[in-house]
């Protein structure tokens, strides 16, 4: 079968995805034309204008029967309005269907009607399919839970034992002012990678510094060299902090986690990291101190949290959870 993949991170036709190892069906990236910079809170008019064109340009491309894969809520919603119409025929499968939050309204009411369209709904985390069924109003078996996937990498950086530090990166729903309390508390050395905007009006203690516009790898060798990694969450409806505890974990490094819909379904408390309860900076306080003391429980949490990612988070096993998804609807 043909499907057209369209995704705001593949901006050309050769680009690699997981799609380049799946066997039976052909492939159409719909180049995306645009870059949106940084985390928002919601899409911009020009935004969605983005996310229509893309969208047009797989019905110019498309032929009766064919499929579509889209990536993100935007691309699902634009695709599912145009199945809606009859302009576009043929299946639909949501890839990484997150949102960062749950809003009512007009738009609310139009991702219904749009959506109800889609054959399938991915989600990276369990808790998601009741929620998302409930508030898109779709029965729970439209939707499937799918390990999230990351390109494996082996660490090359050691920890910095001469300038120890704790590490917290990213912006959608982070906790900063419990982490900021945490660490007021004590004392470690702290770099917080993130956009400044995520902390306007919270007063950084004297051991905090704050990083932002940092590449990828620059953030990975910072994750490698922190003594402790922590993903600080305020959200208990959707998926928040997957990735940075995801590449923490697949780095052999210690992690101290909010219990969240983002993290429960990546580790096991007291075996790959250590999960506490959500807006509680005493916990996160202890837990984080608990890790920095004691070089052996970082290790035994690391290695467990290594082994976890090899096998069940790399995207080579996100691909056969795709490829058996797309074989429901037939092969070539």
């Not at 680009?15 to 069906?25: F, Y």
């Not at 082996?154 to 945490?182: I, K, T």
Request: hydrophobic letters at 45%; charged letters at 20%.
């Amino acid at each position: 079968m043909k499907w057209h993949v369209l995704t705001p991170f593949l901006q050309t036709r050769d680009q690699a995805w997981i799609t380049d190892s799946l066997a039976g069906h052909q492939f159409n990236i719909i180049p995306a034309s645009y870059r949106h910079d940084g985390p928002r809170k919601r899409a911009s008019g020009r935004h969605w204008l983005d996310f229509a064109g893309q969208t047009l340009q797989a019905r110019r491309e498309s032929r009766a029967g064919d499929g579509f894969i889209t990536a993100f809520p935007p691309l699902a919603t634009m695709t599912g309005a145009l199945r809606r119409l009859h302009l576009l025929k043929g299946p639909q499968v949501a890839w990484t269907f997150n949102l960062g939050t749950l809003r009512r309204g007009l738009s609310h009411g139009l991702a219904r009607r749009a959506l109800a369209t889609v054959d399938v709904l991915v989600v990276h985390s369990r808790q998601e399919i009741e929620t998302y069924s409930q508030w898109l109003g779709l029965p729970s078996s439209r939707f499937e839970y799918v390990p999230l996937g990351r390109v494996l990498r082996q660490p090359w950086l050691a920890e910095d034992e001469a300038r120890p530090f704790v590490l917290a990166m990213g912006a959608a729903n982070r906790d900063w002012a419990n982490f900021l309390r945490a660490m007021a508390v004590l004392g470690h050395r702290t770099i917080i990678v993130a956009p400044p905007q995520a902390l306007d009006g919270l007063d950084l203690p004297a051991c905090v510094e704050l990083r932002t516009g940092l590449s990828r790898e620059q953030c990975q060798a910072l994750c490698q060299q922190a003594r402790v990694n922590v993903v600080p969450i305020d959200n208990q409806a959707t998926a928040s902090g997957q990735i940075a505890l995801i590449e923490a974990m697949m780095f052999g490094r210690a992690s101290v986690a909010a219990r969240c819909p983002g993290t429960r379904d990546l580790a096991q408390d007291g075996q790959h990291a250590l999960l506490v309860s959500p807006g509680d900076a005493t916990a996160l306080a202890d837990g984080i101190d608990a890790l920095w003391q004691d070089a052996g429980l970082r290790a035994r949490l690391g290695q467990g949290a290594a082994a976890r990612v090899r096998a069940e988070f790399s995207e080579q096993a996100e691909a056969r959870h795709l490829q058996r998804i797309l074989d429901r609807f037939g092969a070539r």
